[in-house]
């Protein structure tokens, strides 16, 4: 199996910045995509960033040139660099990883448990 743990989330005011981080753990063989995405209430889970073993990433237009994202590959770590925040980002904020483990080259899609991010106004 593989375990996603998300740290960093929290309150912060408008302008504010945050680092989220996740880090993968357990029985894994390779992870290709690695990323975030958010669900705030009453609203669809959207992705927020992601990026490839090969450094390629992709935003959300919202937070393209607010957020950047970056992956330690030694530590199958994945990060969240959240500035100039606004209101709307508040959410849950989960980690996925598309992984294969135990050897096979098969992948799945894993989730983290979801990091609370509040941006007051």
């Known amino acids: 199996q593989v375990q996603l743990v998300e740290s960093g989330g929290g309150l912060v005011q408008a302008g504010g910045s945050l680092r989220l981080s996740c880090a993968a753990s357990?029985?894994?063989?390779?992870?290709?995509?690695m990323g975030w995405y958010r669900q705030a209430p009453g609203k669809q889970r959207e992705l927020v960033a992601g990026?490839?073993?090969?450094?390629?990433?992709d935003y959300a237009d919202s937070v393209k040139g607010r957020f950047s994202i970056s992956r330690d590959i030694a530590k199958n770590t994945v990060y969240l660099q959240m500035n100039s925040l606004k209101p709307e980002d508040t959410a849950v904020y989960y980690c996925?990883?598309?992984?294969?483990?135990?050897?096979?080259?098969?992948?799945?899609?894993?989730w983290g448990q979801g990091t609370q991010v509040t941006v007051s106004s």
């Open positions: 996925y990883a598309v992984a294969s483990r135990g050897g096979s080259y098969a992948e799945f899609l894993y």
């Open positions: 990026i490839t073993s090969g450094g390629s990433t």
């Open positions: 357990g029985s894994i063989f390779n992870i290709n995509t």
